[in-house]
């Protein structure tokens, strides 16, 4: 079984100001793991994801996030953001082995920037 | 080249009414998912096909809701009687079915039922 909790449903920055985006996951087996953002009335697009390759992954937009084992963690950072990063975002995970990949999603987190 | 459709983009219904929601999957994508996203809420798994077949089902709320795939490529969602309840997102995405492949979303079917 795997879940994934994001702290903060909505969280606002300045423009030029750095964005953290926080997930924490629970899995039973070693995780993929993927941020997804979601713009008004659009569907899903992927971000990133890890999949057991460098803990450190880069991904579009400027966006990456950190693979930390120890702390079951997978944060969101992008160094200044953007009025077009205005959006929300969904952290989710799958079971690495086997054939299926269905994601549990986190609740998703809104973020606004301010001017 | 093309993603993945879905229609209609948005249904309204009354209870107790019967619904179908078509998904149109990248073309070569043998997996396909359909999640569920409430207001507020992240998408929730409903079902997942690997070919033809639907290799996990555990996500369906009830018996009321029910999927095909019949030739391994479009997918319909059909749910039967439907409910207040059942006004939500559908989502569909679909992907090679490699290990740690990206699934791609369609841009979902807003569901509504009064």
């Known amino acids: 079984a795997q879940s994934v909790t994001q702290l903060g449903s909505h969280v606002s920055v300045s423009e030029g100001a750095l964005v953290l985006l926080r997930c924490n996951y629970s899995s039973s087996v070693p995780p993929y793991l993927f941020w997804y953002v979601q713009y008004p009335n659009q569907g899903l697009q992927l971000l990133l994801k890890y999949t057991s390759a460098a803990t450190l992954v880069k991904g579009i937009n400027g966006f990456e996030a950190e693979f930390k084992k120890s702390e079951t963690s997978f944060h969101l950072t992008k160094p200044s953001a953007h009025m077009s990063d205005a959006a929300e975002y969904f952290c989710a995970v799958s079971l690495s082995g086997g054939s299926n990949y269905k994601l549990t999603f986190g609740k998703g987190t809104l973020l606004t920037v301010n001017p | 080249g093309a993603g993945v459709s879905q229609t209609p983009s948005n249904k309204v219904t009354e209870k107790g009414k019967y619904v179908e929601l078509r998904c149109d999957p990248i073309?070569?994508?043998?997996?396909l998912y359909w999640y569920r996203q409430s207001l507020g809420q992240g998408p929730e798994f409903l079902i997942y096909f690997q070919g033809t077949g639907a290799a996990d089902d555990s996500g369906l709320p009830n018996d009321r809701f029910f999927a095909v795939r019949p030739e391994g490529s479009v997918s319909t969602l059909k749910i039967q009687r439907t409910e207040r309840g059942d006004s939500a997102v559908y989502l569909c995405a679909s992907s090679t079915g490699h290990s740690s492949n990206e699934q791609f979303f369609g841009p979902g079917t807003r569901l509504t039922v009064l």
């Open positions: 073309s070569g994508h043998t997996a």
